[in-house]
């Protein structure tokens, strides 16, 4: 089965900074890429996602690269702000039809004022 | 139009009771799953359904069983708890493969 891993697990950085984070996934059939955040005490809700045809895709100050030789992708968050700070989930889905999600551990976004 | 609901929000259980987690869909999602969060192991997969009538083991399945009554709802039992089962538990539905799954708000469960 599909196997995702994600790193940092936890990352400070101060309010204005950028943050990335890492994923890297096992199964090459793998092609639509979520990234979910949490926010404390809530569900993981959707904020970008992009396909297996797509390199990178921006949505104001977050943006998803995706490598298919690698098979890595990564979120990047521009001009931090507070209300940033949630934990960060990567997913990888579509693999043989079954299209189950499998999710990174999480990272834990610190943004500092 | 209210999404993915879970219920009950917190549960508190003694170890060896049962219980019955709900899951309610609105959304037509065809693909129903389960997952537990436990702090630094992300969101592990408990079972899944891909359509109504059908259910299927995820990574984690051992102590639980799941019922998918109809399209709309997804239910996950616990027949003897454990304290290994504490955990935030999560239902999610997904609509047409590989797409935006959908969360419920989550129970949070303590067994003691």
């Known amino acids: 089965g599909e196997n995702v891993e994600q790193h940092p697990s936890t990352l400070s950085v101060q309010e204005g900074d950028s943050a990335v984070i890492k994923c890297t996934y096992s199964d090459s059939a793998s092609n639509y890429f979520p990234w979910y955040k949490q926010e404390l005490g809530k569900r993981p809700q959707l904020i970008i996602d992009?396909?297996?045809?797509?390199g990178e895709k921006k949505d104001q100050r977050i943006a998803v690269t995706l490598n298919k030789t690698a098979k890595h992708f990564s979120l990047h968050i521009t001009e931090t702000q507070p209300e940033d700070s949630a934990v960060y989930f990567c997913?990888?889905?579509?693999?043989?039809?079954?299209?189950?999600?499998?999710f990174g551990r999480g990272t834990s976004l610190i943004v500092h004022p | 139009n209210a999404g993915v609901t879970q219920t009950p929000k917190f549960q508190v259980l003694k170890t060896g009771q049962s219980m019955t987690l709900q899951c309610a869909q609105d959304m037509n999602h065809n693909s129903m799953y389960w997952y537990r969060q436990d702090p630094g192991m992300g969101l592990r997969l408990i079972y899944y359904?891909?359509?109504?009538?059908?259910?299927d083991k995820g990574e984690v399945p051992n102590g639980y069983n799941v019922s998918r009554l109809n399209k709309r709802e997804f239910s996950l039992r616990l027949e003897s708890a454990a304290p290994s089962q504490t955990s935030v538990y999560f239902c999610a539905g997904e609509g047409s493969g590989n797409t935006e799954a959908f969360f419920g708000q989550g129970t949070r469960l303590t067994v003691v």
């Open positions: 997913a990888a889905i579509g693999s043989g039809g079954s299209y189950i999600p499998t």
């Open positions: 992009i396909r297996s045809n797509v």
């Open positions: 359904s891909a359509s109504e009538g059908t259910t």
